[in-house]
Structures are given as structure tokens and as C-alpha cells.
């Protein structure tokens, strides 16, 4: 069961977060928790991109973290600037590594830094949170 956070605002920590369940499943209510959070700070320009990004670090989490429930973060730290993240409790960082052309997965991540302006790990000392930020341009 989702326990959501919501809390509108101009920019700040966190404006709208939720624990989900580590379940693939979760990536959907992610995505409806960071297409409202975009809407709200009317950011729609950045939707596709944090939508995907969102996807993936919840695949990331749901396949390699441990525990049962992750937590989805949307943060808006400019007027400009989102930053999505997904907080998990595995000490294992995301590492990247270049994907052969018959791997059937491992591109997530180089999706990831590809669409994101910053990414990076946070350690925590119950686990993670892998982050993403955007920017709106123009």
C-alpha cells in the first residue's frame, strides 16, 4: 500500500514523494506521481524525459534492492529544475556498463545519464537514493 506525501510547492525538499512497493508494478504510480508533480509547477516540457528516467531507476531498484518497499522523490530545486529519485535500501551502487548489442538489458542507465543534465548516487547508511535531474530550457 502507497503512502503518499504530497505537498505542492515552488521549489524544496521534497515536493512530492511516495513509498511503493519494490514491485515492477510501482513504476506506473511513479510515473502519475511525477506527471502531477510537473504539472503542478507547470514543467510539462520535462514529462517525456522524467517519465522514462523514473521508469528506469524504479526497474533499477526493483531488481536490485533489498527490502520490500522503495521511495519515489520529486523535488523541484529551481523554477527550472527537477530532480526525480528513487531512495532504496541496497549499499550497491548503479554502475554503468556499456551494453553489448545482444544484452537484453542494461541500457536503463545510459538512458538515464543520456536524458538527465545531473545524475548521481547518494549513500545513505540504510542504503541509497539515485537521482536524476532536469532542466527546462528556454
Do not use: C
Not at 504530497?6 to 511516495?18: A, I, L
Amino acid at each position: 500500500m502507497s503512502q503518499p506525501t504530497t505537498r505542492p510547492r515552488p521549489t524544496g525538499h521534497p515536493g512530492y514523494s511516495e513509498t511503493l512497493p519494490r514491485v515492477p508494478e510501482s513504476a506506473r504510480t511513479a510515473r502519475r506521481l511525477v506527471r502531477a508533480a510537473l504539472s503542478a509547477w507547470g514543467l510539462n516540457d520535462l514529462t517525456d524525459d522524467s517519465l522514462l528516467i523514473v521508469s528506469e531507476l524504479v526497474a533499477n531498484a526493483v531488481q536490485h534492492a533489498r527490502r520490500t518497499s522503495i521511495r519515489v522523490m520529486v523535488e523541484r530545486r529551481t523554477p527550472r529544475t527537477v530532480r526525480v529519485a528513487v531512495a532504496d535500501f541496497s549499499l550497491d551502487r548503479p554502475e554503468p556498463t556499456p551494453p553489448t548489442a545482444d544484452a537484453e538489458g542494461g541500457r536503463g542507465l545510459f538512458l538515464v545519464i543520456t536524458l538527465a543534465t545531473h545524475w548521481g548516487t547518494d549513500e545513505r547508511r540504510w542504503g541509497k537514493v539515485v537521482w536524476a535531474e532536469l532542466e527546462e530550457h528556454g
